[in-house]
């Protein structure tokens, strides 16, 4: 989704007058972003209203075993 879809969500959800506090949680693969890229795609999300964010490398699953793939997964858990 982009900022403006998730500010149109949460500008939706204010309106129901929902009485309890709730979170916007987004899920992607930002592997092979650069840190700068994925702070300033993160940034906008999160002025937005999104407040939670899921690291999903999901293609990561089919080669799990190779070297390659699990060298991939670690820098990325490594990076945060």
């Not at 309890?20 to 899920?27: G, W």
Request: no cysteine; proline share 5%.
């Amino acid at each position: 989704p982009t900022p403006a879809l998730i500010r149109e969500f949460t500008g939706w959800l204010a309106d129901q007058a929902i009485d309890r506090p709730f979170d916007i949680v987004l899920e992607g693969d930002h592997s092979e972003k650069s840190r700068d890229e994925e702070a300033e795609t993160m940034g906008q999300w999160a002025a937005a209203g999104a407040t939670w964010w899921l690291e999903a490398m999901w293609g990561a699953i089919e080669g799990v075993y190779e070297p390659a793939v699990q060298e991939k997964i670690i820098g990325r858990i490594l990076r945060g």
